[in-house]
């Protein structure tokens, strides 16, 4: 079977890049993709762990990893939402020029 | 009686268990009048003030009926024997903390229902005078108010079956005193007289909390380690701990019973008689001190604040600043009452009192000290008010002296005679100063007694009672107090009883001559040019009817003061009906007293005994009369005529006048120091330490703060992303190395 | 080295790449349709680890429905006009050490929980489910079942959050209501 130290170790290279894209870029679009790609992240290393511990906790983690999908789809059109307001009061999505989170 | 009424009208089950209406009542008063005063109207208010009051009065009387019933009597949950002419009602625990525990509870005895009947009577009159006498004042419904809670605070003091009640009442007393005394408080002094009141009491009442605490810790060794068959070693005693605390008065008296008890533990050839008080205390706190020595501690403890309350040398100054409040206020509060719970609270532990000689001769002496320097003081004051307050604190001298030398019940009879005569002055003052125009100097009185027949009548009957002219009761609760100086056997102290009581003499004489002065200047001869008015009008019926009532008391009260009784349990003298109706209180002090300390001088017989009564009374009757003779000849005869005071004396009088300038004294030594101290804490403490460190400083440092943490804040999301991550990144690398090391 | 594991190290290959190619790329229509390829990857990896429902949700939900929201927005927002070179700031620095740091304590973790598994309790490091509950094991009869018994109250919720989320979307993007 596939050791589960190597599912973490590609989870923690998704993470990462995925916090990188958080961090680094200014599009607003692309931060939410790698927002996207951080919450795979955490689904690969709860399915990694399930495949692991299946024959104790059963599916416990499949659940979990299916909640989250759950959360990020509402959480992928709450965010658009805002992009796209965000766009038309701003005429941009560059998060340098958006400072507004300061009071 | 008994064929009056078959049955009878209440059972004492019922009276018992209404025993805190009696409270209530002046309480609701206060309540109503407070919250709707101006909503009633001046015609309710009074209705609400006087009937509360009157209420309370119908109900003491109840209580008095149930007290004169031989099956009154309340089981004690401190001992097996059941105390005897006595109502209590318990209303469960206060409050506790650990072991220590307090219970609210009410206690009624003899001594409390004669206190009962003196606040609402007294207290109802002077609340029936005052509908009068504050007619036209605006502030009518609050007056009525702090009136009514005053006798409710009173009523508490005095039903409270613990020291911790007692002192709320102490302590409520204390509170409308002084809005009473400022009651006028937009004239600056008054308000001023007000706040001193309030702190003098306030070092008083430091004196009995620290008397209470020291007692709760004399308690606890007791019970730690009082030898066994002593009533404190009991279990009886410890349940009774559990259930009402230590500083319930029925605990106390057991303490008092334990502490004379004989020591069966300890070793002969002692030079000390061997009683328990003279054991050392072993463990806890108050390790190596005697009991006797800690005792002592108490009572002087006590002294401190019963000289603050009763004002007593050296806290008595307050008092005649006090006759700034209104005139009914003086008479209820800072003459028949409040100024009295000193008195009432040595006669309360009179049993704790009797086993220290060197406390009470400490009394004695503070006593006749007061009684002394304020008869003299009283000599050159001519504001009424004034001479009456200085008589007040002479008088309560006087009580102080007859606790120090063991007759508590001559103490307490001159506590009621001198409610009824005080009162009835003080009342009939505030009658001339509403009959003309509010003047209190009796130099520009006079004459009075045609204008005023009422109260010129009743307040010759005041003086001659406080006097101490024979028919009337001032004369024998006072000498009663005197003759007790003069017999009975403090031991070791027996001369400075006698000493005192010759010292007691010379107060009776001062206090016969400015009373006379006080009456001849004010209601007799001319009326004086410097008049206000032209003319003085006798006052209302509201007012000159407590006069009248309260001048007949003072000459019925003689009643009570008559040594007339033979009863078996005095083979030795008559008993007064004072005596023997507070016999069952003073039962225990008695005893003890008898037994430590010989109070009682038992070689004399009965024959030996009325001789020397006879004498006494005759030397004070004397001395009484030829004191008021010669002032009221010389006021009357001399300086009407025009003489002048002798000028060689003037230095004396001037001195006299200005008090002796004990109020400068505390001044310079004090209140100097006070305000110097005040000055130093307001520029170090306050002004730089609150306000610059504290207060600007921590504004400053934090305004610093808010101004680098604004950086920070610059509205850039992923900044605060990084900021997050930068935690995250610290955050697992310190999760990391713990699981590793 | 069976074809279970050859498999995984393709398939994590090509999801890195498709993933740096969503963070790095400049324009957001190539971040997109890598992020898509990235999904499919992933999905793959899932069903080599015995999670095919939550492999057909991936795809499903994934790759079909949030990446459709994805290109309808970029299509709907004249972005290519736009592009956001990277520009380093304080912040963006912190940030980039931070996760690297971040990344090498996960690894160094990883690797260590491998050794202590190994070390510590050589028993555990295998499964030892057969091969009958592992052909069971996480299909979608499964999941329901647990979805609704255990989990059925935060699955509800769960269907209110997304209630929400609706509204909350349809409130934000619309410019007047």
């Given at each position: 079977m596939i050791p589960t130290s190597a599912c973490l170790l590609l989870s923690a290279m998704l993470f990462c890049l995925g916090m990188l894209g958080v961090l680094l870029r200014k599009n607003a679009l692309v931060i939410f993709m790698s927002v996207e790609l951080m919450l795979n992240a955490a689904n690969l290393a709860f399915i990694g762990f399930a495949?692991?511990?299946?024959?104790?906790?059963?599916?416990?983690?499949h659940v979990s990893a299916f909640f989250v999908i759950a959360v990020a789809?509402?959480?992928?059109?709450?965010?658009l939402a805002i992009i796209i307001a965000l766009f038309r009061t701003r005429k941009t999505l560059d998060v340098d020029e958006v400072r507004v989170m300061k009071h | 009686m008994e064929k009056l009424f078959p049955?009878?009208?209440?059972?004492?089950?019922?009276?018992?268990?209404?025993?805190?209406?009696?409270?209530?009542?002046?309480?609701?008063?206060?309540?109503?009048?407070?919250?709707?005063?101006?909503?009633l109207g001046r015609k309710n208010v009074h209705w609400v003030a006087?009937?509360?009051?009157?209420?309370?009065?119908?109900?003491?009387?109840?209580?008095?009926?149930?007290?004169?019933?031989?099956?009154?009597?309340?089981?004690?949950?401190?001992?097996?024997?059941?105390?005897?002419?006595?109502?209590?009602?318990?209303?469960?625990?206060?409050?506790?903390?650990?072991?220590?525990?307090?219970?609210?509870?009410?206690?009624?005895?003899?001594?409390s229902a004669t206190m009962l009947l003196v606040i609402t009577g007294v207290g109802f009159l002077i609340h029936l005078y005052s509908t009068s006498y504050m007619e036209h004042d605006k502030g009518y419904a609050k007056y009525f108010c702090f009136l009514n809670l005053f006798v409710a605070m009173m009523l508490t003091l005095v039903l409270a079956d613990s020291l911790v009640l007692l002192?709320?009442?102490?302590?409520?007393?204390?509170?409308?005193?002084?809005?009473?005394?400022?009651?006028?408080?937009?004239?600056?002094?008054?308000?001023?007289?007000?706040?001193?009141?309030?702190?003098?009491?306030?070092?008083?009442?430091?004196?009995?909390?620290?008397?209470?605490f020291l007692l709760v810790l004399l308690v606890t060794a007791a019970v730690r380690e009082a030898p066994q068959g002593t009533p404190v070693s009991s279990y009886r005693f410890s349940t009774g701990l559990s259930e009402k605390g230590p500083l319930a008065f029925q605990s106390l008296s057991a303490l008092a019973t334990t502490l004379a008890a004989t020591d069966t533990t300890a070793k002969p050839n002692q030079e000390t008689p061997a009683l328990v008080m003279n054991r050392d205390i072993e463990t806890g706190p108050l390790k190596g001190y005697s009991y006797a020595g800690v005792l002592t501690a108490v009572l002087l403890f006590f002294l401190l604040g019963a000289a603050g309350k009763s004002a007593q040398l050296p806290l008595y100054v307050w008092l005649p600043d006090a006759m700034a409040g209104p005139t009914p206020v003086s008479a209820l509060i800072h003459a028949a009452t409040m100024v009295t719970a000193g008195v009432y609270l040595f006669c309360r532990i009179s049993y704790l009192v009797v086993l220290s000689p060197f406390a009470m001769a400490t009394i004695a002496v503070v006593g006749c000290l007061t009684a002394l320097i304020a008869a003299l003081i009283a000599f050159a004051q001519d504001d009424i008010k004034k001479i009456l307050a200085y008589s007040t604190v002479s008088q309560l001298g006087f009580m102080f002296m007859g606790i120090g030398c063991g007759l508590f019940w001559a103490a307490f009879l001159h506590v009621v005679t001198h409610a009824f005569f005080k009162a009835c002055m003080f009342l009939g003052a505030g009658s001339v100063m509403h009959g003309n125009g509010d003047e209190t100097n009796i130099k520009r009185l006079g004459g009075l007694r045609r204008e005023m027949p009422w109260t010129s009548w009743t307040f010759l009957i005041g003086t001659l009672a406080i006097t101490g002219i024979v028919p009337l009761s001032g004369f024998f609760s006072k000498d009663a107090i005197l003759f007790g100086l003069e017999t009975q056997q403090l031991t070791g102290y027996v001369p400075v009883l006698h000493t005192l009581y010759w010292l007691g003499l010379i107060a009776a004489a001062c206090t016969a001559f400015y009373m006379v002065r006080?009456?001849?200047?004010?209601?007799?001869?001319?009326?004086?040019?410097?008049?206000?008015?032209?003319?003085?009008?006798?006052?209302?019926?509201?007012?000159?009817?407590?006069?009248?009532?309260?001048?007949?008391?003072?000459?019925?009260?003689?009643?009570?003061?008559?040594?007339?009784?033979?009863?078996?349990?005095?083979?030795?003298?008559?008993?007064?009906?004072?005596?023997?109706?507070?016999?069952p209180v003073f039962n225990v002090?008695?005893?003890?007293?008898?037994?430590?300390?010989?109070?009682?001088?038992?070689?004399?017989?009965?024959?030996?005994?009325?001789?020397?009564?006879?004498?006494?009374?005759?030397?004070?009757?004397?001395?009484?009369?030829?004191?008021?003779?010669?002032?009221?000849?010389?006021?009357?005869?001399?300086?009407?005529?025009?003489?002048?005071?002798?000028?060689?004396?003037?230095?004396?009088?001037?001195?006299?006048?200005?008090?002796?300038?004990?109020?400068?004294?505390?001044?310079?030594?004090?209140?100097?120091?006070?305000?110097?101290?005040?000055?130093?804490?307001?520029?170090?403490?306050?002004?730089?330490?609150?306000?610059?460190?504290?207060?600007?400083?921590?504004?400053?440092?934090?305004?610093?703060?808010?101004?680098?943490?604004?950086?920070?804040q610059n509205g850039n999301v992923q900044a605060y992303a990084s900021a997050i991550a930068l935690a995250l990144a610290v955050g697992l690398t310190y999760a990391l190395l713990q699981v590793l090391s | 080295m069976n074809v279970e594991i050859i498999l995984f190290f393709v398939f994590s290959v090509c999801t890195l790449v498709g993933a740096s190619l969503v963070v790095f790329a400049n324009n957001p229509l190539t971040s997109a349709m890598s992020l898509v390829a990235t999904f499919f990857f992933l999905a793959a990896i899932y069903v080599l680890l015995y999670a095919h429902a939550i492999a057909a949700l991936q795809v499903m939900v994934y790759a079909g429905a949030v990446m459709v929201l994805f290109l309808l927005v970029i299509m709907l927002l004249p972005l290519q006009n736009t592009p956001l070179p990277?520009?380093?700031?304080?912040?963006?620095?912190?940030?980039?050490?931070?996760?690297?740091?971040?990344?090498?304590?996960?690894?160094?973790?990883?690797?260590?929980?491998?050794?202590?598994?190994?070390?510590?309790?050589?028993?555990?490091?295998?499964?030892?489910?057969?091969?009958?509950?592992?052909?069971?094991?996480?299909?979608?009869?499964?999941?329901?079942?647990?979805?609704?018994?255990?989990?059925?109250?935060?699955?509800?919720?769960?269907?209110?959050?997304?209630?929400?989320?609706?509204?909350?979307?349809?409130?934000?993007?619309?410019?007047?209501i």
């Open positions: 495949r692991q511990h299946g024959n104790t906790i059963g599916t416990s983690g789809a509402a959480e992928a059109a709450v965010g | 049955e009878y009208p209440f059972s004492i089950q019922n009276i018992e268990n209404g025993l805190w209406l009696i409270i209530a009542l002046p309480l609701l008063g206060a309540l109503i009048n407070g919250v709707f005063g101006k909503a006087c009937a509360s009051v009157g209420g309370s009065f119908l109900l003491s009387l109840l209580v008095m009926w149930a007290l004169g019933n031989v099956n009154t009597s309340v089981f004690n949950p401190f001992s097996p024997d059941i105390s005897r002419y006595a109502l209590s009602a318990d209303y469960g625990t206060w409050f506790s903390a650990g072991s220590f525990k307090v219970s609210f509870g009410l206690w009624a005895d003899r001594l002192f709320v009442g102490w302590e409520g007393v204390g509170l409308c005193s002084y809005l009473l005394i400022g009651f006028w408080y937009d004239d600056n002094a008054k308000a001023w007289a007000g706040r001193k009141a309030f702190i003098t009491n306030r070092i008083g009442d430091f004196g009995f909390l620290v008397a209470s006080l009456y001849v200047l004010t209601f007799e001869g001319k009326r004086s040019p410097l008049a206000k008015l032209p003319h003085a009008h006798e006052s209302a019926w509201p007012m000159t009817l407590p006069l009248v009532v309260l001048a007949a008391l003072s000459v019925l009260a003689i009643a009570h003061g008559l040594p007339l009784l033979s009863l078996p349990h005095s083979p030795h003298h008559s008993q007064t009906l004072m005596e023997a109706y507070l016999f002090a008695n005893q003890l007293g008898a037994d430590t300390q010989k109070l009682l001088k038992t070689g004399l017989d009965k024959t030996e005994w009325t001789s020397l009564l006879w004498t006494g009374w005759f030397k004070a009757w004397l001395i009484a009369l030829v004191s008021g003779g010669i002032s009221a000849l010389l006021y009357f005869k001399l300086w009407r005529g025009g003489r002048k005071f002798p000028a060689i004396l003037e230095p004396l009088r001037r001195f006299a006048q200005n008090k002796f300038f004990v109020d400068e004294l505390y001044e310079l030594l004090f209140i100097e120091r006070a305000k110097g101290l005040a000055k130093g804490l307001y520029r170090y403490v306050d002004a730089f330490f609150v306000d610059r460190v504290a207060v600007h400083g921590t504004a400053q440092t934090v305004g610093f703060l808010g101004r680098v943490l604004c950086w920070f | 990277l520009r380093p700031s304080p912040a963006r620095w912190v940030g980039a050490l931070s996760t690297a740091s971040v990344l090498g304590a996960l690894i160094y973790a990883s690797l260590q929980w491998q050794k202590s598994l190994e070390t510590l309790t050589p028993t555990t490091q295998t499964t030892t489910m057969s091969q009958e509950t592992l052909m069971r094991f996480g299909n979608l009869e499964e999941i329901g079942l647990s979805i609704y018994t255990k989990w059925l109250f935060p699955f509800e919720a769960l269907s209110l959050l997304l209630l929400a989320a609706i509204l909350g979307a349809v409130v934000i993007a619309k410019a007047r």
